[in-house]
């Protein structure tokens, strides 16, 4: 006999009706999601890959260019428990109907206080920007040099973001020399060179609305977003 998923049931009941007063939707059990523009932001509620009761809370926020085959970003990472930091892995239990109900209640508490502002941030281009441009200004993951420069051409803050996509461009091809068999650097610097390519003969519109409609099409979310004219 299968066992009950009480998670399920207390987010259904609980964690749903919280986020939907937020313009979230289900995307599947325990996941939901909502657009805003370019970028989709999702919040996961994911068991153990060990097995039993236990789960993490991820939140992701994601700009849909280039295009994007699986649900998570740099700008994203799990929620935390009890008030302590950010980065702090929060584990919750759910063994029992009761356990689930307030572990679920928890994370309500938990996405109104702490993804919420994060997702609100997220969901214009200038707060992604924000958010990521210092990392993408000092870290050597040439991914927020990636994201914060795609970001800022979808913005249309063409002068801005050339600089960022010619960087990542070049630690990407750098990152592939150094590890051939890191197909996804090469992959990666091949999209950075398209989209300087593109924008050197002013078709980076058609080719942003490309990428992204290949990515809303990957991710299901023409068949899982209700509101159609979004996307």
Not at 37 to 60: C, D, H, P
Not at 66 to 71: A, E, H, L, S
Not at 86 to 113: D, K, N
Not at 137 to 153: M, R, T
């Amino acid at each position: 006999m299968p066992t009950p998923d009480h998670l399920a049931k207390a987010a259904r009941a609980m964690l749903k009706p919280t986020v939907a007063a937020h313009g979230f939707q289900e995307y599947s059990e325990r996941k939901y999601f909502r657009m805003c523009g370019w970028i989709a932001e999702f919040l996961e509620l994911q068991k153990s890959a060990w097995g039993g009761s236990v789960f993490r809370t991820y939140y992701w926020i994601s700009l849909l260019v280039p295009p994007k085959d699986g649900i998570g970003s740099v700008f994203g990472g799990t929620l935390p428990r009890g008030g302590k930091p950010l980065r702090t892995v929060g584990w919750w239990e759910s063994s029992s109907p009761e356990l689930a109900l307030q572990s679920a209640q928890e994370v309500c508490h938990v996405f109104e206080t702490v993804a919420l502002p994060l997702f609100d941030q997220g969901s214009t281009l200038a707060g992604y920007i924000d958010a990521l441009k210092p990392d993408a200004d000092n870290s050597p993951n040439p991914h927020f040099k990636k994201e914060v420069g795609c970001a800022l051409i979808c913005d249309g803050r063409l002068d801005e973001g050339i600089p960022y996509l010619q960087r990542a461009e070049m630690e990407y091809r750098a990152g592939f020399l150094e590890r051939p068999s890191a197909a996804w650097m090469e992959r990666d610097a091949n999209y950075m060179k398209a989209l300087l390519e593109a924008i050197a003969v002013g078709q980076h519109r058609a080719l942003l609305e490309e990428w992204f409609q290949s990515s809303v099409k990957s991710l299901k979310i023409d068949k899982k977003w209700k509101n159609k004219d979004a996307v």
